[in-house]
Nanobody, 110 residues
Framework: VQLQASGGGLVQAGGSRRLSCKASGTIFRSLGMGWYRQAPGNQREWVATIGSDHTTTYADSVRGRFTISRDNIRRTLFLQMDSLKPEDTAVYYC?????WGQGTLVTVSS
């Protein structure tokens, strides 16, 4: 299984960013997937999950601002991030089972 994350970059507070994670080598549509993030000096934390039935759950810190979605035909996971805050600055990782993408850095400036 290979996961390729992209979409990170520098954004001003209050702005938006959309992350993507392209999956290969797995039965994509039957698996739940998630996004995690790790800020400098902190442990990796869970951000959001989407099930094979498209059911979504979110961490309290991002609920109402972030939206996780998936495109099973393109085998891609997305994270739409709106109303970004400086505390959202982190490396964002996508996850399927025990597999992780390489991470993509999002920096939110105040």
């Amino acid at each position: 299984v290979q996961l390729q994350a992209s979409g990170g970059g520098l954004v001003q507070a209050g702005g938006s960013r959309r992350l993507s994670c392209k999956a290969s080598g797995t039965i994509f549509r039957s698996l739940g997937m998630g996004w995690y993030r790790q800020a400098p000096g902190n442990q990796r934390e869970w951000v959001a999950t989407i099930g094979s039935d498209h059911t979504t759950t979110y961490a309290d810190s991002v609920r109402g601002r972030f939206t996780i979605s998936r495109d099973n035909i393109r085998r891609t996971l997305f994270l739409q991030m709106d109303s970004l805050k400086p505390e959202d600055t982190a490396v964002y990782y996508c996850n399927i089972l025990q597999f992780w993408g390489q991470g993509t850095l999002v920096t939110v400036s105040s």
